[in-house]
């Protein structure tokens, strides 16, 4: 079946460092979306990348695509406490999402 | 535009009773998906919904577990009867087409004592 590896599970950062998650699959993918959800709360969506070596940013988020579509990486410039969540990878095969297991990110202000 | 509601929020039901979650997706979206959350786990898929029609169920635990969408509006999650393993929180999502992103509901936390 589909494999979806998501590293680190778990980060504690001080307010104002830079955080990274990384997800790699184990076949190519179609797109792939990135989703938070705070503690206690839903997943949400934040985007979604479709061509390979695709980068995109959302303020202070930015979103890459490998060359290959096996794997993405969602990189956070300057923390704030505003960012504390878990961040899911979402991979499309076929007609349904597989997730990575999640970041856990915790900023210490 | 109303979100994905999820009924109820939480449960808590003995091991062996039944319990039926439900979803109401955004409306106009075709695409409805079920998934599962075991404490500090990863989010896994049950089953999708094309409309009425079940697209994928390969997700489902065992047939312990019964999803309908009758009228290819609401749906709902049967669980009869309950485990002790089947606790965690039970997500739904959906899209306009497949690809697009998924709006997920705030969840159904499901407690099996």
């Known amino acids: 079946g589909q494999q979806v590896m998501q590293i680190p599970q778990y980060q504690h950062v001080q307010e104002g460092e830079d955080f990274t998650t990384y997800c790699n699959s184990s076949t190519t993918l179609s797109n792939i979306q990135w989703y938070k959800q705070r503690p206690g709360g839903h997943p949400v969506f934040l985007i979604q990348l479709v061509k390979s070596g695709e980068v995109k940013k959302q303020k202070r988020l930015t979103f890459q695509f490998g060359e290959a579509k096996k794997n993405s990486s969602l990189h956070i410039t300057a923390t704030q406490t505003t960012d504390v969540g878990t961040y899911f990878c979402g991979m499309e095969y076929g007609n349904k999402l597989v997730f990575g297991a999640g970041t856990i990110l915790r900023v210490k202000s | 535009e109303a979100g994905v509601t999820q009924f109820p929020s939480h449960s808590v039901i003995e091991k062996g009773q039944t319990v039926t979650l439900r979803c109401d997706p955004i409306s106009g979206h075709d695409n409805l998906y079920w998934y599962r959350r075991v404490m500090g786990k990863e989010i896994k898929f049950l089953l999708h919904?094309?409309?009425?029609?079940?697209?994928?169920e390969s997700g489902m635990p065992n047939n312990r577990f019964l999803a309908e969408r009758t009228g290819g509006t609401y749906s709902t999650l049967k669980v009869q009867p309950a485990e002790l393993e089947d606790s965690g929180v039970y997500f739904c999502a959906s899209s306009q087409a497949l690809g697009q992103p998924q709006h997920f509901g705030d969840g159904t936390r499901l407690s099996i004592l």
């Open positions: 919904f094309v409309k009425e029609s079940k697209q994928d």
